[in-house]
T-cell receptor
Framework: EAAVTQSPRNKVTVTGGNVTLSCRQTNSHNYMYWYRQDTGHGLRLIHYSYGAGNLQIGDVPDGYKATRTTQEDFFLLLELASPSQTSLYFC????????????FGPGTRLTVL | GDSVTQTKGPVTLSEGTSLTVNCSYETKQYPTLFWYVQYPGEGPQLLFKVPKANEKGSNRGFEATYDKGTTSFHLQKASVQESDSAVYYCVLDASSGSWQLIFGSGTQLTVMP
């Protein structure tokens, strides 16, 4: 069974604060993704990676950094958090792009006050 | 650019009634089309995918036909159950070089017993 875990599951911070969201996958997948989910927008891709040390920009990257330290671990960094970044964040992994299935984690709810 | 438009929710049905969630897409290439489902408190998961035009996909009683002529991929189920209550996303893989997934805005379905 594919497995993607995220931590923390909930996070509250203040405007200007630093936040790191963590994701680990045990699927031996090359690709990992960070999405944000907002009402009326579905899921929007922030950053993705196709291997350790690689980073690709997604559709809504402003205000976010990411780092892929190993094949298993992918981190999303918010260095100066703003209320507009209050959202539900999902990590996913896949064996490739295009028609490959993506496996999602349970999500991290971030609130920026 | 690539885009997906689907039925705006929420949709509320009684058990045993039929479901149609409309989905239309725009793209310059020949995408793979997907339906993902998201149950409360979980990340999205693949319901099924169809990589070729004019073919049908199905799973758990849900089905959709990839209609290249009308650029549609409507989700249907003949008789819904309370356990089908979830958010349904129509998705395509982008025609740009990244081949990443483009999600529709999602349709919230609630099935009443």
């Amino acid at each position: 069974e594919a497995a993607v875990t995220q931590s923390p599951r909930n996070k509250v911070t203040v405007t200007g604060g630093n936040v790191t969201l963590s994701c680990r996958q045990t699927n031996s997948h090359n690709y990992m993704y960070w999405y944000r989910q907002d009402t009326g927008h579905g899921l929007r891709l922030i950053h993705y990676s196709y291997g350790a040390g690689n980073l690709q920009i997604g559709d809504v990257p402003d205000g976010y950094k990411a780092t892929r330290t190993t094949q298993e671990d992918f981190f999303l960094l918010l260095e100066l958090a703003s209320p507009s970044q209050t959202s539900l964040y999902f990590c996913a992994s896949s064996g490739g792009t295009g028609y490959y299935e993506q496996y999602f984690g349970p999500g991290t709810r971030l609130t920026v006050l | 650019g690539d885009s997906v438009t689907q039925t705006k929710g929420p949709v509320t049905l009684s058990e045993g009634t039929s479901l149609t969630v409309n989905c239309s897409y725009e793209t310059k290439q020949y995408p793979t089309l997907f339906w993902y489902v998201q149950y409360p408190g979980e990340g999205p998961q693949l319901l099924f995918k169809v990589p070729k035009a004019n073919e049908k996909g199905s799973n758990r009683g849900f089905e959709a036909t990839y209609d290249k002529g009308t650029t549609s991929f409507h989700l249907q189920k003949a008789s819904v159950q309370e356990s089908d209550s979830a958010v349904y996303y129509c998705v395509l893989d982008a025609s740009s070089g990244s081949w990443q997934l483009i999600f529709g805005s999602g349709t919230q379905l609630t099935v009443m017993p």
